[in-house]
């Protein structure tokens, strides 16, 4: 882990956290072979590419499912470039929970996270509430004390939205919880990974991958029907049932030449609709992996930036994965030989990129420094502000890299802060997480403070 040092009163260098998710439609005319009739009829004016009139339209049905489609393709593309700037603030209580993690929108309302001090819970982003939820705990309880100080590092969804996987009481297990219930529904325990689980992406709606600091990426297949019969509540404890679980399959990253020991898997991402899934690996590679039945691994790739790549996206629109390092944003587009785009500079001090995600050709990246920044990978240039120009100037518009602020958050002002950070009152919180709710307009931002030995943490609705 990169190492921070800051502060008046220090006695050695406390380490830092290593981390925390279509073109129109061709006329009828065209399609039906009808003659300049439908062709006229097919033409609508310039205003009906406003949002008013887009609305009014959808409210009594007057275009079809396609022209609907396309027309909500354009309109989220345009959404997609002037959202950010849109976006204002409102930090939300977490009492004294320590730095979250990971996070994922469950509906249009709630979210769920998990955190450092390694508690499940959901926060209503309107209410303020949050609500716990049990952690699901290992046949043999004993192993989960060894292995305390981790964390909940990964919260993903299906894609049909039914089930949940994250970390179980012991951070080596993998949980699976049904949705929208939170009913617990299996766990991956014993047979599974030997150290922390760092990420987790599903490939299918029953098909789940998990990646661990031992090394090793796992295989899970899930049959929520023939759980049904072991998911019940007790009748006399009143504590939950449910399945425990061993993985289809177990792979080890290969070993590096350079730095062989740091192997640990630190992201993943599930590449498209191929069955590939990409990892990343904090000994600076980057693995490509089948998936079948079992794993197997067709690729790995040394990467420019080799500190601190702890997370991973990948983009649909483009084919291209993302990697998150110590100062850059990498791009790997596998179909090509050469790369054509260049890697993009975070210029947040060198406290590293935290957290990414990619909707359509726009990279959100989230930093050490508590902020924000929107990349463009098709023009490649950061998004600017639009702000407009002073009266006197004959220059146009000032441009400037549009940039979010998160707020303060909360910070523990314990020893550990007075004996190594001198007492100092403003302090930066990480982005760990982020993740956007695109029907609702609203990105939910978290993390806590970079240093490991910091206790604290942020969130924030960002709409």
Not at 419 to 436: D, Q, R, W
Request: proline share 5%.
């Amino acid at each position: 882990m990169a190492q921070q040092q800051t502060g008046s009163r220090k006695r050695k260098a406390p380490a830092v956290e290593a981390g925390a998710e279509s073109s129109p439609s061709q006329g009828l005319a065209a399609a039906d072979g009808e003659g300049p009739l439908l062709l006229k009829r097919q033409r609508r004016p310039a205003t009906s590419r406003s949002m008013v009139h887009y609305l009014k339209v959808r409210e009594v049905g007057g275009w079809g499912p396609a022209r609907l489609q396309s027309f909500d393709g354009e309109m989220r593309g345009y959404a997609v470039q002037r959202l950010p700037e849109l976006l204002t603030e409102r930090q939300l209580d977490l009492g004294t929970l320590n730095k979250v993690f990971a996070s994922q929108w469950l509906n249009a309302r709630q979210v769920v996270c998990g955190t450092k001090c390694n508690t499940l819970f959901v926060v209503d982003v309107q209410s303020g509430h949050i609500a716990r939820i049990p952690l699901l705990r290992d046949r043999e309880a004993r192993l989960a004390q060894d292995q305390q100080g981790c964390g909940i590092h990964a919260i993903e969804l299906n894609p049909s939205k039914t089930l949940l996987a994250t970390g179980g009481e012991n951070p080596n297990s993998l949980a699976i919880y049904q949705l929208p219930s939170l009913d617990p529904l299996c766990l991956g325990d014993r047979h599974g990974h030997k150290d922390w689980i760092f990420a987790v992406a599903w490939l299918s709606d029953t098909v789940a991958v998990s990646g661990s600091r031992d090394g090793t990426v796992a295989l899970w297949r899930m049959d929520p029907d023939k759980f049904d019969d072991t998911v019940a509540w007790h009748s006399e404890v009143g504590l939950p049932v449910y399945a425990h679980i061993r993985p289809r399959d177990v792979e080890a990253i290969p070993r590096a030449i350079i730095n062989p020991s740091n192997r640990k898997v630190r992201a993943l991402a599930c590449g498209g609709k191929n069955q590939e899934l990409g990892a990343v690996s904090l000994d600076g590679y980057f693995h490509l992996w089948k998936v079948r039945s079992t794993l197997s691994r067709l690729l790995s790739i040394r990467l420019p930036y080799f500190r601190d790549n702890v997370c991973l996206t990948y983009c649909d629109d483009m084919s291209v994965y993302a990697v998150g390092s110590h100062s850059h944003v990498s791009f790997l587009d596998l179909r090509q030989d050469q790369q054509n785009i260049r890697p993009l500079c975070s210029r947040e001090g060198g406290t590293g990129v935290r957290s990414l995600s990619f909707y359509r050709h726009i990279i959100t990246v989230g930093t050490g420094q508590g902020s924000l920044l929107f990349y463009d990978v098709r023009a490649q240039k950061f998004l600017e502000e639009r702000a407009s120009a002073t009266l006197e100037s004959s220059s146009g518009p000032a441009r400037r890299k549009l940039r979010l602020a998160c707020g303060r958050g909360w910070l523990n002002h314990n020893d550990f802060w007075v004996n190594y950070f001198g007492g100092m009152e403003v302090f930066p919180s990480a982005l760990y997480t982020h993740c956007y709710n695109w029907p609702e307009m609203k990105l939910f931002v978290a993390g806590g403070p970079l240093p490991a030995g910091l206790h604290g943490n942020y969130a924030g609705l960002w709409s």
